[in-house]
């Protein structure tokens, strides 16, 4: 990956795969472990691959200093280009050879976090997608599948702990206080599934007997102080055991099970075969230290790296271009495992809206700006930038939907087909679609299969318009639904897509009305689902006495945008009675959406008042609705965010954009006064900690309503809110009533914040994870007279923070530049200037985290001066340096074509 600093990054191309030249089927690996240097025996057995012209042998690698090679055990001559070791006279014919290379490596110096480092003492490895390459000299593809044998040796006092993928079959001392493990893994892999982890770690273990009867050991691994918070990450693994058995009949295929957790990690989690390594983030929790939102991220990490061992190691992907084979479909299953776990429909409502929040503030963007891409890319200079929402949960949306198109069980019968035919292999997306719709010959989706894989192939959003006109004397509603989307770079036409529009209709009083088509012989009653596969279509629905108020694209049944005419008051009609939360909570999206772009596109100042009584009235009746759940409340009463509507907008002013979402967060916060005061006195008292939706929904309502006191307290000089605000701070007894509390006195910037802040860190001083939510919290903070950033160079010189650490990079910087427009988009430049000076200070030692923080500004183009040219220069600022790395090169290389 990215230490190629020399000359013009080389792109890579999906049509230019190749198989490759040899297969390595065995791989004996030695480590002697040390920070300053550890040696690495690597002894191979590889054959020439028959179907492929005799050539050279190119292995990959980074970093390493090379000491010997043998071929069959004896010397042989090879030479160094670039990053590979090339071996031209290898023994001919397609016997198996053994190769031994012997390399030397540097953990303590690795600062990008790919491949072998040091963590707080402790070793760790990040394999996928290039990392191997940084541990030895190899094939680094996800093609090429080995058995691995690894023996660990290092000092015993510092590392008592040795692990590595799959069995111990040996363990024990060695001299001089050193000690050694050796593990079989009894699974073939590809090399980025490879992990070994050595230090002073401490393990929670709970042994289970699944349901097919097999006996598994799970543990979880982590630092000696932290195995107090352990105990939600064991119960979301034994949740994912089960749930997978018996939603797709897929077992736990190892003996042992394990996850470790370290505090330096670039991203969330690792699906290394029987080790996967997790974020800290993603598994420590407990009541005081972490928030209901991090117990529900940890519950969906776990799933999601669990669920990768059938879809990721078992079948793995051919090529990286093929990542949303095993990202978007295992994102579909730790979705559908979080929403099996609620109890009721209306949680898993929640969950979805979620979800798809997610992928409109998220995927969305990414697919209308620079970096956008198809969910298999065609091209990359640097991978590690397409481990993106759109290979994530747009890659989510399309699997999705084909359990639309093919049903539930018939879904089922698809996976059961794809790893029947697939299992062992390293496969293609075409591959899984193909399976799927085998399984269902008869669905739709079998029917429009090659259509319907334009999902994988064409970038972009597509909008779909829908226009219903009502035939009093026919008694008929024809609804015609047509499908664009605009050029994304590099694809400036785009075909129809196969688009499944669940939809129902309703009756202006709200009540649901039968469904019928002109062709259908019957009435049906709810929800259907029409398939849109043509530019325009048009439905024509019978039997109808007035004109119905249509429900569209019911829980979200496709990642597209839906353009309806709607007036106010069929959105009030849908916000009151639809029986599809999705929609129910879409359609108060709707109506806030259409006020913001109102108040922003007027001419002159920001009105004080953007919200009319009918607004105000409806979330009345939401917030106070006797049937409605708290989570459900919560989430219709939260306005949508800046971003979202900035992404609505031809041009955006980020500071109008903030001062209108403002406005109507302060009048609908002074208008429901009494409601808010009722909502959290109703809502705040809980029993016990359990973080369960029930009791998170509650929490994060009488959370929201302290937050909506406190702003409207700011305005009326009012200091009781404030006050409550502060006891409820120092009283609460978990860490979601806790933060709440000191957030809603940040944002409301009472005077009482700063001795809450300070307070809070005194408690919390030794708890990392809660000192990013302290970071976070005053890097996301309102600006009111260009303060934040002021505060935002300041918290980078206290004394806990530190830049090398991805988590406290991301709670400060990110938390400031991505997360807070309103602060970050200045109009004296200054945000961008911190931005630019941030992503070159990053790149220097990790890349990766430097290109995710590159991509702050993708949407530079959208934006009204002065912001886009200050924008365009402080991107062209990095552009400029001479020695960036692949990633940030290709970000912003994109951003400014
Ligand atoms: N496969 C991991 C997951 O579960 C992501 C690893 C990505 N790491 C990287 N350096 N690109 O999503
Ligand atoms: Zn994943």
Known sequence: MSSLREGPATVVRREDYAAPAYWIDTVDLCFDLDPAKTRVLNKMRLRRNPVVPAQALRLDGEELNVARVLVNGAGCSFKIDGNQLVLESLPEGHEPFDLEIFTICVPEKNTQLMGLYVSQGTFFTQCEAEGFRRITYFLDRPDVMASYTVTLRADKSKYPVLLSNGNLVDEGPLPDGRHFAKWVDPHKKPCYLFALVAGQLVAREQHIISRSGGKHQLQVYVRPGDMDKTEHAMNSLIASVAWDEARFGLPLDLERFMIVATSDFNMGAMENKGLNIFNTKYVLANAATATDTDFANIESVVGHEYFHNWT???VTCRDWFQL???????????????????AEPSARAVKRIEDVRVLRTAQFPEDAGPMAHPVRPDSYAEINNFYTVTVYEKGAEVVRMMQTLVGRDGFAAGMKLYFER???????????????????????????????????????????QAEGVYDADARSYTLTLSQSCLPTPGQALKEPFVIPVSLGLLSADGQQLPLQLAHWTHAEEGSRTLVLTQASESFTFVNLDSAPVPSLLRGFSAPVVLECHYTDAQLLTLLASDPDPFNRWEAGQRLALRRALLAILNEGPVTTEPLDGAFIGAMREVLRHPQ????????????????????????????????????????????????????????????????DPIGTGRRALAGLALGMLCVAARHTGDAVWPGKAYQHFKNASNMTDRFNALSALVVSEHALAREALTRFHALFRDEALVLDKWFALQAGAPDRNGNVLPAVRKLMTHPDFNIKNPNRARSVIFSYCSANPGAFHRTDAAGYLFWSERVMELDAFNPQVAARLARALDRWKKLAEPYRGAAREAIARVAAKPDLSNDVREVVTRALA
């Open 628 to 691: 409605l759940d708290a989570a459900f409340k919560e989430l219709v009463l939260t306005l949508p965010s800046e971003t979202y509507i900035a992404e609505q907008l031809a041009e955006v002013d980020p500071q109008r954009v903030h001062a209108v979402r403002e406005a109507m967060r302060e009048q609908l916060a002074s208008a429901l006064q009494d409601d808010w005061v009722w909502a959290f006195e109703t809502h705040k008292d809980n029993g016990a900690y359990k973080p």
């Open 312 to 314: 990721g190691n078992r």
């Open 422 to 464: 697939h299992d062992g292999q390293a496969v293609t997306c075409d591959d899984f679609a193909q399976a799927i719709a085998d399984a269902n010959p008869d669905s739709d989706l079998a029917r429009l299969l090659p259509q319907f894989k334009r999902w994988y192939s064409q970038a972009g959003t597509p909008h779909v």
């Open 324 to 342: 949303s084979l095993k990202e978007g479909l295992t994102v579909f299953r730790d979705q559908e495992f979080s929403m099996d776990l609620c």
